[in-house]
């Protein structure tokens, strides 16, 4: 017995019925519509760290021999009265803000909670990502950059913390304000820092500096007037004999000498 054929198979004789089979489908012809346009990046990188690009030549006054070219920004350090330091220009002060947000490395509620070793790590990114024309600046670098950290977090703070209490009608209890968190703060986080601004001892501290800044407006003024604190590191020196840690610096040019309060 002869096998038979698959089912989809068809045996052709006769050469003029083969031609009536062929495939009368047109070719198909080339799209002539131009491809969709590749998606739109981000306009602004996100912040990243710096990295020393030459730790011989970039610290405390910044002023070490180096035969590579110094790469970073210019920027000048202010003395004023009612700001006694700040920088310019102003794009200056809205990097530290957004590199203190970036970094938040758990919640803080409040300025002197910020971990002491991310803010040494901070300054550590900010000489290297900036650079200043005198070696008076860059001896007052770290000092001004302390005071205007703490300044911008504290605005910052303040000005969500009034738009959430906005946005539940006025209501002054943070418990309220946790769905109203910024964006630039971890849920999570901003959740925590609400529950300790609900704190009786947390209310009660910050009546209190309220009162304090109400009474003696000039307390929100540096200690240190208008001696710089490349001056005030000298004569320390000279008093204690020998080198001055920078805790002690900044105790010395920030601490008021009738209450022993921190001023920033």
């Known amino acids: ?3 038979s054929l698959p089912p989809a198979t068809t045996l052709i004789s006769d050469p003029t019925m083969a031609s009536s089979l062929a495939p009368t489908t047109a070719p198909i012809q080339p799209s002539t519509t131009a491809p969709p346009p590749p998606p739109m990046t981000a306009p602004f990188p996100p912040i990243v760290m710096a990295s020393p690009q030459n730790p011989s030549s970039i610290g405390h006054s910044g002023f070490g021999q180096s035969s590579e070219p110094d790469t970073r920004c210019l920027i000048t350090l202010l ?3 009612s700001y006694p330091m700040k920088f310019e220009p102003p794009e200056v002060t809205r990097w530290i803000t957004k590199s203190l947000l970036h970094q938040l490395p758990r919640p803080v509620a409040q300025w002197t909670d910020y971990p002491r070793d991310v803010l040494d790590s901070l300054i550590q990114s900010f000489l290297c990502t900036y650079r ?8 007052d670098v770290r000092i001004a950059w302390e005071k205007v950290a703490g300044r911008c977090f504290y605005d910052y703070l303040t000005k ?7 946005a539940v009608g006025g209501v002054a209890d943070p418990l309220q304000w946790k769905v109203h968190g910024p964006p630039a703060i971890r849920k999570d986080y901003w959740d925590a ?5 609900a704190t ?3 209310q009660a501290h910050s009546a209190i500096a309220t ?12 200690t240190s007037g208008s001696i710089t604190f490349g001056c005030h590191n000298k004569r320390m020196e000279e008093e204690t004999g020998g080198p001055v840690a ?6 010395r040019t920030h601490k008021r000498k009738e209450s022993g309060e921190i001023v920033l």
């Open 1 to 3: 017995m002869t096998p």
């Open 246 to 251: 920078y805790t002690e610096l900044f105790h």
């Open 160 to 166: 969500k913390k009034e738009l959430a209490k906005r």
């Open 200 to 202: 009786q001892e947390y």
């Open 193 to 197: 820092m609400c529950n300790q601004w």
């Open 211 to 222: 009162q304090n800044r109400a009474k003696m407006p000039e307390a929100s003024l540096h």
């Open 132 to 139: 200043f024309a005198t070696v008076n600046q860059e001896e």
């Open 79 to 81: 003395h004023t009265g």
